[in-house]
Nanobody, 123 residues
Framework: QLQVVESGGGLVQPGGSLRLSCAASGLTLDNYAIGWFRQAPGKEREGISCIGKRGGSTNYADSVKGRFTISRDNAKNTVYLQMNSLKPEDTGVYYC????????????????WGKGTLVTVSS
C-alpha cells in the first residue's frame, strides 16, 4: 500500500522547536515533491512548505519563513520539517503530501496525503 506517514508532533512551549518527519512506504520519494500543510483549529488547510524531488527547490509560506526549514533524505525515503521559534498560532494538524513531479514543488494536485500529526504550541 502506498502511503506517507507523519511523525514528530506534540506539545511544545512557545519559542521551542520540533522536527516533523514524513516517511514513505510502498513508493520511493525520488520522483515526488513533498509538501507540508497545516490545518489550524477552525481554519482551512494551507500549504506552508514544499520541496522538490532533489531538494533543490523549496518554498515557504510567509508565516513560517525564517523559522521552518524543509529538507529531505531520499536514501531514507524521508522528508523533514524543522520548526523553530514556535508560536501559539503554529498550533494545528500538520500533514505531509506527495506529488509526482518533473521539476519544482507545488501545493496542488496531490497524489498521496498522510493522516496528519498534531502540533500544539502552548505554555
Amino acid at each position: 500500500q502506498l502511503q506517507v506517514v507523519e511523525s514528530g508532533g506534540g506539545l511544545v512551549q512557545p519559542g521551542g522547536s520540533l522536527r516533523l518527519s514524513c516517511a514513505a512506504s510502498g513508493l520511493t520519494l525520488d520522483n515526488y515533491a513533498i509538501g507540508w500543510f497545516r490545518q489550524a483549529p477552525g481554519k482551512e488547510r494551507e500549504g506552508i512548505s514544499c520541496i522538490g524531488k532533489r531538494g533543490g527547490s523549496t518554498n515557504y509560506a510567509d508565516s513560517v519563513k525564517g523559522r521552518f526549514t524543509i529538507s529531505r533524505d531520499n536514501a531514507k525515503n524521508t522528508v523533514y520539517l524543522q520548526m523553530n521559534s514556535l508560536k501559539p498560532e503554529d498550533t494545528g494538524v500538520y500533514y505531509c503530501a506527495a506529488k509526482r513531479v518533473v521539476l519544482g514543488c507545488t501545493y496542488s494536485g496531490i497524489d498521496y496525503w498522510g493522516k496528519g500529526t498534531l502540533v500544539t504550541v502552548s505554555s
